[in-house]
């Protein structure tokens, strides 16, 4: 395992298996995660938490993730970059569209590859590891 980078992760995805194996490739890499199941849950979380970067699916039940994306813009909130994952279908205009909010860094859709995954996070927080080892099955995400 690697040492604690310190870089605290928001992950925000109402699939509990998602969750617990974005957990478990991010903790892998040093970083520390907490979690939230809506998009009702992220924001309140938000009131307290300074993540370093925030993990978001778009598809999520109770103040959805385009919702929790427009809130995110406001702010201090608005500093934090986000990585969107997410397994809804998106045609290249409204991907586009996505990517063009002022802190979306990145949109991958799912499934996603774990060395995909992990490259992007590690390229936000400054860690890019091209040939990282990311230790478990290839595909993540439904």
Excluded: C
């Amino acid at each position: 395992m690697a040492p604690e980078t310190g870089k605290l992760i928001l992950v925000v995805d109402d699939d509990e298996g998602i969750r617990e194996f974005m957990t478990f490739l991010l903790t892998r890499r040093g970083h520390r995660v907490e979690t939230a199941v809506d998009g009702e849950e992220a924001a309140r979380r938000m009131e307290t938490l300074r993540p370093d970067l925030i993990v978001l699916d778009l598809m999520l039940p109770r103040y959805g993730g385009f919702e929790l994306l427009r809130h995110l813009q406001k702010g201090e909130r608005a500093r934090v970059p986000i990585i969107i994952v997410t397994g809804r279908y998106t045609d290249r205009s409204t991907a586009d569209l996505i990517r063009q909010e002022s802190n979306v860094v990145e949109l991958i859709e799912k499934p996603v590859t774990n060395k995909r995954f992990v490259q992007a996070v590690e390229k936000v927080l400054g860690h890019e590891h091209p040939d990282a080892d990311t230790g478990a099955a290839e595909a993540a995400g439904t």
